[in-house]
C-alpha cells in the first residue's frame, strides 16, 4: 500500500500504539489489568475506575480523531494546491470558523445551541473562499496564497477580537475553545462528533484516485475524464467540514495539519494514497504525543495547559524548520504591489501636514454624546483624559511607519513590516508571557522585556532569512509561526477566566484608552528622538536600497548600519506595544501609501510614511471612541480592520497586474 519499507509502515503503527498505552498511564492509579477489565466493559466502582472510563478514554478517542482528520485535510489541501505550506491554518479557515462561533455565541444563541459544527464550517468556507479570491487561482501553489491566508487571520482576529470586548458576558465559552483542549467529562463530545466524521470514509476511499489524476494537470485530467473544478469544490468542502467539526469539538489546535503531510513526505510517503493514510496515522500520534506533554508541563506547573497551546510551542519552530526545506522555487517569488508612477507634489506634505493638525484638533475638541456629536473646548478635566489618547495614536502610527520603512528598505522586501514580519509579535510574546507565567504586571513590565522579545525575533529573521536572501517566503513564515505560537498563547490567558485575561485582551486589542500622560510622553519624546534620527542617517537607507555591496564601495559599514537601524526597529515596535499593545498593518501600508504619493528616495518616504501613518492612527482613534459610543472599539482594532481591507484589495488588485 505504502511506496516506502514495510518496516518502516509496520514501525508507524507500533508507535501509534505504544503512544496511545502511554497516553492511558499518564496519571493514571489503575494497572493495566485493571483498564484491561475497563475496556472489556467491567462497571467502574471508584474514583480512579470513573477517571479512566469518563475522561481518559474519550480524551483519547478524542486525540486520535482530531489528530486523524487535521492529518487528512492537511494532506488534502496540499495535494490539492500543491503547496506544501497549506492548511487550515494557513489558508484562514480556522480563523474564519472561529469567527463564526464567536458571532453566533454573541448574537445566534440559539442557533450556536444546534448547528455549531455547520456555522464553523460557513465561516470556514467564506475564509478560504476569500483567500483564493485574493491570491488568485493562478497563484494557488505559491507564496500569494499563504499570505493572503495570513492577513485573513489578521483581519479576522482582529473582528473576533473587538466582538469579544464588546460582548465580554456572552463570549466567555469560547475562551477555552479557542486555546483547544481535548479535556472530556463523559462520552457526550466523542457521540456527537463520530458520525459527523463519517464522510471521512468515502473520502480516503475515493480521494487517492482522484488526486492522482490532478496530478496530471488540468489537461491530462480532462483527457481522462475527470472534470477538476466540480471534483476540486467537492473535496475542499469534505475537508473543511471535517476541520470544521473537530475544531467545533476540541477548539483551534494549530500545525498538525501542516506538519503531518511534510512528516510523511519525509519519511517515503509518494503516492496519494500512502500520503493521505499516512498522514492520519502522523496527525493522530502528533497530537496524542502533544495532549501527553500538555498533561506532563500541567503537572508540573499545577495548572491546565490546554493541548492547543502546546501544538502552537511545538509546530512554531518546526514549521519554519519544514517550510525551509520545502520551499520550492515558484515559492521565492517577490511579491510586489502595484507601482505608482506618480511623482511627490510639492503639495503633498503641506496637505497630509494639515490633515494631521485638522484630526489632532478633531480628537481634541469634536466628542461623541447620547445627543450625537459635538463641539467644545475641552476643560481641563477632559484636557487631561484626551491629550495622552491623541498624543499615543500619533507617535504610535509614527513609529510603526517609519520601522516599515527602514524593514523594507534594508531586507528588500515590499512585505516587510513589524506585524507581518513577527516583530511587533516578538514584543507581544514577551509581554504576555511575562504576564501568563510569571504573574507580571503587562502595563509594568516595561519597554525593556519587549524590546528583549522583538530583538529575539529580529535575530531569527537575521539568521533564517540569510539563507534565501531575505526573500518573502522565509520572512513570512516565520511571522505566520510567531503569530499563531501568540495567539495560543494569548487564548491559554484567556482561558484560564481570571480578571487578567481581560485585561490582556482589552491590550492586545491595541487601545490607547489606558495611556497616562507620563506613558504618552516617554512614547512621544522616544519617537521623536528615534525618527529624527533615522531621518539624519537616510543616506544610510538610501546606499543600502542600491545594493549591499554598493553602499560598502561608498564607504558605508553595511553591518554595523544594519545592526543600528534594525535596533532602532526593535526599539520603535517595543515601545508602541509597551504603551499601546499590538498594532496591525500601519508598519505596512503606511510605506506603501508614500510610495503611491510618489515618495521614491528614503528621506521623503521616511517622512511622508510618518505622516501618513499618524495620520491613520489618529483617525482611527476617533473613530475607535465614536462610532459604537457610549463603548469604545480600540485604535489598534479599527485600524487592523481597515488596514487589512485595505490591503486585501490592494493584493487582489495586484494579480491583475
Known amino acids: 500500500m505504502l511506496p516506502f519499507r514495510p518496516t518502516l509502515f509496520f514501525t508507524i503503527i507500533i508507535s501509534f500504539i505504544l503512544i496511545a498505552f502511554a497516553t492511558l498511564q499518564l496519571g493514571d492509579e489503575l494497572s493495566v489489568v485493571q483498564q484491561w477489565h475497563l475496556l472489556k466493559g467491567a462497571e467502574p466502582q471508584e474514583f480512579a475506575d470513573f477517571n479512566f472510563v469518563y475522561a481518559q478514554l474519550p480524551r483519547l478517542l478524542m486525540a486520535i480523531m482530531v489528530g486523524a482528520m487535521l492529518g487528512l485535510v492537511g494532506s488534502l489541501m496540499q495535494q490539492l494546491t500543491q503547496n506544501s505550506l497549506t492548511s487550515p491554518l494557513t489558508l484562514g479557515t480556522s480563523s474564519g470558523a472561529w469567527l463564526a462561533l464567536i458571532v453566533a455565541n454573541v448574537w445566534f444563541p440559539g442557533l450556536a445551541a444546534d448547528h455549531m459544527a455547520l456555522l464553523a464550517m460557513v465561516g470556514a468556507i467564506f475564509a478560504m473562499g476569500l483567500v483564493i479570491t485574493i491570491a488568485g487561482p493562478k497563484n494557488i501553489t505559491g507564496l500569494p496564497l499563504i499570505l493572503s491566508g495570513m492577513v485573513v487571520n489578521i483581519l479576522f482576529g482582529a473582528i473576533a477580537t473587538s466582538i469579544i470586548l464588546l460582548n465580554d458576558q456572552y463570549a466567555k465559552n469560547v475562551f477555552i475553545w479557542g486555546a483547544g483542549d481535548l479535556a472530556q467529562n463523559g462520552w457526550d463530545m466523542v457521540h456527537w462528533l463520530l458520525p459527523r466524521l463519517s464522510v471521512a470514509l468515502p473520502l480516503v476511499i475515493l480521494a487517492p484516485r482522484i488526486l492522482s489524476l490532478m496530478r496530471l494537470g488540468h489537461q491530462g485530467a480532462a483527457a481522462r475524464g475527470l472534470n477538476v473544478i466540480p471534483y476540486f469544490i467537492v473535496l475542499i468542502g469534505l475537508g473543511l467540514w471535517l476541520v470544521s467539526a473537530s475544531i467545533t469539538a476540541v477548539g483551534v489546535i494549530s500545525f498538525i ?12 510517503a509518494r503516492t496519494p494514497k500512502s500520503e493521505l493514510y499516512t498522514s492520519m496515522l502522523i496527525g493522530s500520534m502528533a497530537l496524542m504525543l502533544t495532549d501527553i506533554l500538555a498533561l506532563l508541563i500541567s503537572q508540573f506547573t499545577l495548572e491546565m495547559i490546554p493541548s492547543g497551546t502546546t501544538a502552537a510551542a511545538i509546530g512554531a519552530p518546526a514549521l519554519v524548520w519544514f517550510s525551509r526545506r520545502a520551499l520550492k522555487a515558484q515559492d521565492q517569488i517577490s511579491i510586489k504591489l502595484p507601482p505608482s508612477k506618480a511623482q511627490l507634489s510639492s503639495w503633498t506634505l503641506p496637505t497630509l501636514l494639515v490633515a494631521t493638525v485638522f484630526m489632532l484638533l478633531i480628537s481634541t475638541t469634536v466628542s461623541m454624546s447620547n445627543d450625537g456629536l459635538y463641539w467644545a473646548i475641552p476643560d481641563a478635566f477632559n484636557w487631561d483624559l484626551r491629550w495622552p489618547r491623541f498624543v499615543t495614536a500619533l507617535a504610535a502610527g509614527v513609529a510603526l511607519a517609519a520601522a516599515g520603512t527602514v524593514l523594507q528598505r534594508l531586507i528588500y522586501n515590499p512585505l516587510a513590516s513589524p506585524d507581518i514580519l513577527g516583530i511587533s509579535a516578538g514584543a507581544t510574546f514577551a509581554l504576555v508571557g511575562a504576564s501568563v507565567f510569571f504573574g507580571a504586571n503587562i502595563f509594568a513590565s516595561g519597554s525593556l522585556v519587549a524590546f528583549g522579545g522583538s530583538m529575539l525575533v529580529l535575530m531569527l529573521l537575521l539568521v533564517l532569512g540569510r539563507k534565501n536572501q531575505f526573500a518573502p517566503s522565509s520572512m513570512v513564515l516565520i511571522g505566520i509561526a510567531l503569530t499563531a505560537l501568540i495567539e495560543s498563547l494569548v487564548q491559554f490567558a484567556l482561558a484560564k477566566g481570571t480578571q487578567d485575561s481581560y485585561t490582556i485582551i482589552n491590550w492586545l486589542a491595541g487601545s490607547t484608552y489606558r495611556v497616562t500622560g507620563s506613558g504618552a510622553l516617554v512614547l512621544g519624546v522616544s519617537v521623536a528622538i528615534i525618527f529624527i534620527g533615522l531621518v539624519a542617517v537616510s543616506r544610510w537607507l538610501t546606499l543600502i536600497s542600491a545594493g549591499r555591496q554598493f553602499a560598502a564601495a561608498r564607504g558605508l559599514n553595511v553591518q554595523a548600519t544594519s545592526v543600528i537601524l534594525l535596533c532602532s526597529v526593535a526599539l520603535l515596535c517595543a515601545l508602541v506595544t509597551t504603551t ?25 518616504q521616511l517622512i511622508i510614511a510618518a505622516l501618513a501613518g499618524g495620520l491613520l492612527m489618529l483617525i482611527a482613534d476617533w473613530i475607535g471612541q465614536s462610532i459604537l459610543f457610549p463603548m469604545q472599539i480600540a485604535a489598534g482594532t479599527v485600524v487592523s480592520v481597515v488596514g487589512g481591507s485595505y490591503f486585501l484589495l490592494l493584493l487582489i488588485r495586484g494579480q491583475k497586474h
Open 257 to 268: 495539519g501542516l506538519l503531518s503531510p511534510n512528516i510523511a513526505r519525509a519519511i517515503g
Open 580 to 604: 499601546m499593545g499590538p498594532v496591525a498593518f500601519v508598519g505596512l501600508l503606511a510605506p506603501h501609501m508614500a510610495v503611491m504619493l510618489g515618495a521614491k528616495q528614503a528621506r521623503a
